[in-house]
C-alpha cells in the first residue's frame, strides 16, 4: 500500500532539562494540546512531564515536572490521564518512598502563569511496597469509575508476584488502596504490562504478557458484592496455536457493538505479532486474527489500539518495518476483511530524524491527525513527537 507523505517531527527530544526517551503515548486535551512523559532527562534525569502547545504553524514544549526519585517516582512509562477535576493523573515504573513505583497527579500552578514555562505541581497519590500492594506499574493508563476511583495494574508484587489490578480511592485523608485481583501464573496469566479498560456493565477487561497455561491472556473481572470474580476469555499459546500470537503487551479497546480488539508482540502467521478481535457469541467470546506482522523476535506492537469513528483502527510496531525501526500503521474494515496501510516506516539512523522505535501507540485529534511518540533517535538522538495528518 502506498504510505502517507504527511509525517511531520513536531518535536525532537534534546536529553538533560528537555526530557529524552519518551516511553509513553500522549494525551490530548479540547484545546488540541498533547500531554506526554520521556523517562529520561529532566532536572535529575529521571523523566519528565510536557506540554506540546499548536501555535500557529509550530508547536511550543514546555516542561511539566521533573521527576527526582523518592518520594515523587522516576521512570514514567504510563501515559497520562485527566482526571473528573481537569488534571492529570499518571505512574511511574520505579521510585516513590520504597522505590517500587508510585501513582501521581499533576496540576497546574494556582494563579496565572506569567512566564514561558509553567512548571505544575506533582502530589503522590500511592506509593507502592513491592509487597501484597502491588509492584512497578507497567505502561498501561490509569482509569476513573464515574464514583472518581482510580484503577490500575502493576506488573509484578501480590500474592504471587505476577503482578496486582488495584484500585484507589479519595478519601477526605488521601488516597486508600486496595488490591481487588491477584495475577495467578496458571489462570489469569501474570505480568499485566496494560490497563483495565470497563464495559457499559461496570466490568474490568485487560491482558497479562505471560503464563496463565500458555503465552499470555485476555482477562475479565466482575464484580460480586465487595469482590471481583476473575474470567479468562482467551488463552495465547505460542506452541499449540503459534497462528495467534503471543505475548499481549498492549491493552484492549471496545468498539460500539462490545467487540474487544487488541494485539500480540509475538506469533501469528508472520512471526511478528498479531491484531486479534474478541467478539461476545452466545455466553462465550470468539477469537479472529485480523492480521498478522512479519520479522523477528518481538517487533508487533507494544501497546494499545486506537480506533477512529469509521471503525478503522491504527497502531504501531515497536520494530519491524522496511528499516526494522517500526511503523505507523492503520487497519479498515473491508468486507468482512481488514486492509492493511502502511502510514509510516521509522528510519533506523540518526540522520534521518524522524526517531525509532515507536513503543506508545497514537492519539487521534477532532481532525483526524494521528500523533504518537517514538522512544530513540530523532534530531537530538533522544527521541520524537511525531504528526501524521490525513
Given at each position: 500500500?502506498?504510505?502517507?507523505?504527511?509525517?511531520?517531527?513536531?518535536?525532537?527530544?534534546?536529553?538533560?532539562?528537555?526530557?529524552?526517551?519518551?516511553?509513553?503515548?500522549?494525551?490530548?486535551?479540547?484545546?488540541?494540546?498533547l500531554?506526554?512523559?520521556?523517562?529520561?532527562?529532566?532536572?535529575?534525569?529521571?523523566?519528565l512531564?510536557?506540554?506540546?502547545?499548536?501555535?500557529?504553524?509550530?508547536?511550543i514544549?514546555?516542561?511539566?515536572?521533573?521527576?527526582?526519585g523518592a518520594?515523587?517516582?522516576?521512570?514514567?512509562?504510563?501515559?497520562?490521564?485527566?482526571?473528573?477535576?481537569?488534571?492529570?493523573?499518571?505512574t511511574?515504573?520505579s521510585?516513590?518512598k520504597?522505590?517500587?513505583?508510585?501513582?501521581?497527579?499533576?496540576r497546574?500552578?494556582?494563579t496565572?502563569?506569567?512566564?514561558?514555562?509553567c512548571?505544575w505541581?506533582?502530589?503522590?497519590?500511592?506509593?507502592?511496597?513491592g509487597?501484597?500492594?502491588?509492584?512497578e506499574?507497567?505502561?498501561?493508563?490509569?482509569?476513573?469509575?464515574?464514583?472518581?476511583?482510580?484503577?490500575?495494574?502493576?506488573?509484578?508484587?501480590?500474592t504471587?508476584?505476577?503482578?496486582?489490578?488495584?484500585t484507589?480511592?479519595?478519601?477526605?485523608?488521601?488516597?486508600?488502596q486496595?488490591?481487588?485481583?491477584?495475577?495467578?501464573p496458571?489462570?489469569?496469566?501474570?505480568?499485566?504490562y496494560?490497563?483495565?479498560?470497563?464495559?457499559?456493565?461496570g466490568n474490568?477487561?485487560g491482558?497479562?504478557?505471560?503464563?496463565?497455561?500458555?503465552?499470555?491472556?485476555?482477562?475479565?473481572?466482575?464484580?460480586?458484592g465487595?469482590?471481583?470474580?476473575?474470567?479468562?476469555?482467551?488463552t495465547?499459546?505460542?506452541?499449540?496455536?503459534?497462528?495467534?500470537?503471543?505475548?499481549?503487551?498492549?491493552?484492549l479497546?471496545?468498539?460500539?457493538?462490545?467487540?474487544?480488539?487488541?494485539?500480540t508482540?509475538?506469533?501469528?502467521?508472520?512471526?511478528?505479532?498479531?491484531?486479534?478481535?474478541?467478539?461476545p457469541?452466545n455466553?462465550?467470546?470468539?477469537?479472529?486474527?485480523?492480521?498478522?506482522?512479519?520479522?523477528?523476535?518481538?517487533?508487533?506492537?507494544d501497546?494499545?489500539?486506537?480506533?477512529d469513528?469509521?471503525?478503522?483502527?491504527?497502531?504501531?510496531?515497536?520494530?519491524?518495518?522496511?528499516?526494522?525501526?517500526?511503523?505507523?500503521?492503520?487497519?479498515?474494515?473491508?468486507?468482512?476483511?481488514w486492509?492493511?496501510?502502511?502510514l509510516?516506516?521509522?528510519c533506523?539512523?540518526a540522520?534521518?530524524?524522524?526517531?525509532?522505535?515507536?513503543?506508545?501507540?497514537?492519539?487521534?485529534?477532532?481532525?483526524?491527525?494521528?500523533?504518537?511518540?517514538?522512544?530513540?533517535?530523532?534530531?537530538g538522538?533522544s527521541?520524537?513527537?511525531?504528526?501524521i495528518?490525513?
Amino acid at each position: 500500500m502506498a504510505k502517507a507523505q504527511t509525517f511531520e517531527v513536531i518535536h525532537s527530544f534534546t536529553g538533560g532539562a528537555g526530557g529524552a526517551n519518551p516511553w509513553a503515548g500522549l494525551t490530548i486535551d479540547k484545546q488540541g494540546n498533547l500531554y506526554g512523559t520521556a523517562i529520561n532527562g529532566g532536572s535529575s534525569n529521571l523523566g519528565l512531564a510536557f506540554k506540546l502547545t499548536h501555535e500557529g504553524p509550530v508547536w511550543i514544549f514546555n516542561p511539566l515536572y521533573s521527576f527526582t526519585g523518592a518520594p515523587d517516582g522516576l521512570d514514567p512509562e504510563a501515559r497520562l490521564v485527566f482526571g473528573p477535576n481537569g488534571t492529570l493523573y499518571g505512574t511511574t515504573a520505579s521510585g516513590g518512598k520504597a522505590g517500587r513505583g508510585a501513582v501521581y497527579n499533576l496540576r497546574p500552578p494556582g494563579t496565572a502563569c506569567k512566564t514561558v514555562l509553567c512548571p505544575w505541581a506533582e502530589t503522590v497519590l500511592y506509593s507502592f511496597t513491592g509487597y501484597a500492594d502491588g509492584s512497578e506499574p507497567g505502561y498501561g493508563a490509569l482509569i476513573f469509575d464515574q464514583a472518581g476511583t482510580l484503577y490500575g495494574t502493576t506488573t509484578k508484587g501480590g500474592t504471587n508476584n505476577g503482578g496486582v489490578v488495584y484500585t484507589l480511592t479519595p478519601t477526605g485523608a488521601g488516597w486508600i488502596q486496595r488490591v481487588i485481583y491477584n495475577f495467578d501464573p496458571y489462570t489469569s496469566g501474570i505480568y499485566p504490562y496494560s490497563g483495565v479498560i470497563f464495559d457499559g456493565k461496570g466490568n474490568l477487561y485487560g491482558t497479562a504478557s505471560t503464563a496463565g497455561g500458555g503465552s499470555g491472556t485476555v482477562y475479565q473481572l466482575t464484580p460480586s458484592g465487595s469482590d471481583w470474580v476473575e474470567n479468562t476469555l482467551f488463552t495465547f499459546s505460542s506452541f499449540t496455536k503459534p497462528n495467534d500470537g503471543a505475548a499481549p503487551y498492549g491493552g484492549l479497546i471496545f468498539d460500539e457493538s462490545g467487540n474487544l480488539y487488541g494485539s500480540t508482540t509475538e506469533g501469528g502467521l508472520g512471526g511478528g505479532g498479531t491484531v486479534f478481535e474478541l467478539t461476545p457469541v452466545n455466553g462465550g467470546w470468539a477469537f479472529t486474527v485480523l492480521y498478522s506482522f512479519s520479522g523477528g523476535y518481538s517487533p508487533g506492537p507494544d501497546d494499545s489500539l486506537t480506533m477512529d469513528a469509521a471503525g478503522n483502527l491504527y497502531g504501531t510496531t515497536y520494530q519491524g518495518g522496511a528499516n526494522y525501526s517500526g511503523v505507523v500503521f492503520k487497519l479498515s474494515p473491508s468486507g468482512g476483511s481488514w486492509t492493511y496501510t502502511d502510514l509510516h516506516d521509522f528510519c533506523s539512523f540518526a540522520h534521518c530524524g524522524d526517531g525509532q522505535f515507536p513503543q506508545s501507540g497514537v492519539v487521534l485529534d477532532a481532525n483526524g491527525n494521528l500523533y504518537g511518540t517514538a522512544h530513540a533517535r530523532g534530531i537530538g538522538d533522544s527521541g520524537v513527537v511525531w504528526e501524521i495528518a490525513p
